[in-house]
């Protein structure tokens, strides 16, 4: 696989060197067991696989290259180029400006720019409708396009499905950048419409099989489908796709049922389309390896990454069916040896817990992070944790039995 150039400012040499080896040892990732780093009182279980996936990272080195190939030029990005705040941060630092905010509003007027602005797409990929203001102001993007390669997967499969006459429906966050994207891809080419979870895809199946009056679907949906969508002939052949950064196993689980649900009513097989090459591997490699990490005795987890992470999120939830889950974004929300500043999925909030760290020794920690959070940033855990746990080893003694 292609690698990338991403600036030494997002890289760790203890998270490179452990990565190096474990992919030495497992050349062919079938081995989903945590890395142990052994500080003595403190031991943490680190996830086979976490941080930079491909399509991060080349929307990185996009995202740099552009900025030091054009000194001088304005450069401006859709949105957040991924969700991270210190990677976007660090762009806007460096002059990049952003045209709309993660929901889609408005931060800057698409007829302020000009032919010689530079418009960087981020990975999370756009909508048509945008695609086609920018041509109208004259602004090319091909060169400036940092969209996710499996993301593109998903919006292929779906034009090749809509062509035969199926509907695509899109397991994601309907107001997701993503999600808006790949409908907007999907709808280009025949029916689409979103449903973000399965109480919704409950909901769907009771309009398939004639539970509920179809007059009640678009109410139910709104904002949720295509222009003259049609449930009665649009739900009877269908093809289910996902926001890629969704928990596959709730994709899967989402599409079996409707598929059954189809099968029983129409009696066949043929009326859904197979669309399960559309799951990330990036996505679905990270979430196996916290289900493999959580086999292992722990006292609590740490998650690290983006609160407006779709992919991290679903890493928390995972977490939270086994352990005291912790989420943050950096080691400065590590307060000190009591208190903890971290993000509650539920409240939609940051909160503060006191008293998060057992007592009783070896303190045992699982540690991930999301596919847009950089390494750095784990290291930085892993040595804020070290400045707090009393009697540890160092990190270069660790560090240097992964060098060896």
Same mark, same amino acid.
């Given at each position: =696989?292609?690698?990338?150039?991403?600036?030494?400012?997002?890289?760790? *040499? !203890?998270?490179?060197?452990?990565?190096?080896?474990?992919? &030495?040892?497992?050349?062919?990732k079938k081995d989903f067991t945590p890395t142990l780093l052994d500080f003595g009182p403190l031991q943490i279980s680190l996830s086979r696989h976490f941080g930079f996936c491909y399509g991060v990272e080349n929307a990185i080195e996009i995202?740099?290259?552009?900025?030091? #190939?054009?000194?001088?030029?304005? /450069?401006?990005?859709?949105?957040?180029?991924?969700?991270?705040? #210190?990677?976007?941060?660090?762009?806007?630092?460096?002059?990049?400006?952003?045209?709309?905010?993660? +929901?889609?509003?408005?931060?800057?007027?698409?007829?302020?720019?000009n032919k010689e602005d530079i418009v960087l797409i981020p990975a999370f990929g756009t909508t048509l409708e945008i695609e086609t203001l920018l041509r109208a102001r004259g602004i090319t993007t091909e060169s400036y396009n940092t969209t996710?390669?499996?993301?593109?997967?998903?919006?292929?499969?779906?034009?090749?499905? %809509?062509?035969?006459?199926?509907?695509?429906?899109?397991?994601?966050?309907?107001?997701?950048?993503?999600?808006?994207?790949?409908?907007?891809?999907?709808?280009?080419?025949?029916?689409? =419409?979103?449903?973000?979870?399965?109480?919704? $895809?409950?909901?769907?199946?009771?309009? /398939?099989?004639?539970?509920?009056?179809?007059?009640?679907?678009?109410? +139910?949906?709104?904002?949720?489908?295509?222009?003259?969508?049609?449930?009665? $002939?649009?739900?009877?052949? /269908?093809?289910?796709?996902?926001?890629?950064?969704?928990? %596959?196993?709730?994709?899967? %689980?989402?599409?079996?049922?409707?598929?059954?649900?189809?099968?029983?009513?129409?009696?066949?097989?043929?009326?859904?389309?197979?669309?399960?090459?559309?799951?990330?591997?990036?996505?679905?490699?990270?979430?196996?390896?916290?289900?493999?990490?959580?086999?292992?005795?722990?006292?609590?987890?740490?998650?690290?990454?983006?609160?407006? +992470?779709?992919?991290?999120?679903? !890493?928390?939830?995972?977490? &939270?069916?086994?352990? *005291?889950?912790?989420?943050?974004?950096?080691a400065q929300k590590i307060l000190n040896d009591t208190s903890i500043q971290h993000f509650d999925l539920h409240q939609h909030a940051e909160k503060v817990t006191t008293d998060f760290l057992p007592s009783k020794r070896p303190l045992r920690? !699982?540690?991930?992070?999301?596919?847009?959070?950089?390494?750095?940033?784990?290291?930085?855990?892993?040595?804020?944790?070290?400045?707090?746990? *009393?009697?540890?080893?160092?990190?270069?003694?660790?560090?240097?039995?992964? #060098?060896?």
């Amino acid at each position: =696989m292609k690698s990338f150039d991403v600036p030494i400012i997002y890289r760790s *040499p !203890l998270i490179s060197a452990i990565k190096k080896k474990r992919k &030495e040892q497992d050349r062919m990732k079938k081995d989903f067991t945590p890395t142990l780093l052994d500080f003595g009182p403190l031991q943490i279980s680190l996830s086979r696989h976490f941080g930079f996936c491909y399509g991060v990272e080349n929307a990185i080195e996009i995202a740099f290259r552009t900025l030091e #190939q054009n000194p001088g030029k304005r /450069i401006f990005l859709l949105s957040e180029m991924i969700h991270n705040p #210190q990677v976007n941060a660090d762009l806007q630092a460096r002059g990049i400006r952003f045209l709309q905010d993660t +929901s889609g509003r408005t931060l800057i007027p698409f007829d302020e720019l000009n032919k010689e602005d530079i418009v960087l797409i981020p990975a999370f990929g756009t909508t048509l409708e945008i695609e086609t203001l920018l041509r109208a102001r004259g602004i090319t993007t091909e060169s400036y396009n940092t969209t996710c390669p499996f993301v593109e997967k998903v919006w292929n499969r779906s034009e090749a499905i %809509a062509k035969k006459n199926f509907t695509v429906i899109i397991h994601g966050k309907p107001t997701h950048e993503e999600t808006r994207a790949t409908f907007s891809h999907a709808a280009a080419h025949g029916p689409a =419409m979103v449903i973000k979870d399965m109480e919704e $895809a409950i909901q769907l199946a009771a309009f /398939i099989r004639g539970d509920k009056p179809i007059a009640e679907f678009y109410s +139910s949906f709104e904002k949720q489908y295509s222009v003259d969508f049609d449930p009665i $002939a649009d739900l009877k052949r /269908i093809g289910v796709v996902n926001q890629t950064t969704m928990l %596959a196993s709730d994709t899967q %689980a989402i599409a079996d049922f409707l598929k059954k649900t189809i099968v029983d009513k129409e009696g066949s097989e043929e009326q859904v389309a197979d669309t399960r090459d559309t799951l990330c591997y990036a996505t679905l490699d990270n979430q196996t390896a916290v289900q493999g990490m959580l086999q292992h005795e722990a006292d609590l987890a740490i998650v690290v990454g983006g609160y407006n +992470s779709s992919n991290t999120s679903h !890493l928390v939830e995972l977490c &939270e069916l086994t352990l *005291p889950t912790y989420y943050i974004e950096t080691a400065q929300k590590i307060l000190n040896d009591t208190s903890i500043q971290h993000f509650d999925l539920h409240q939609h909030a940051e909160k503060v817990t006191t008293d998060f760290l057992p007592s009783k020794r070896p303190l045992r920690i !699982l540690l991930t992070s999301g596919a847009s959070c950089p390494d750095a940033l784990v290291e930085g855990v892993i040595e804020r944790l070290l400045t707090i746990v *009393p009697g540890t080893a160092s990190l270069d003694t660790v560090l240097d039995i992964y #060098q060896a």
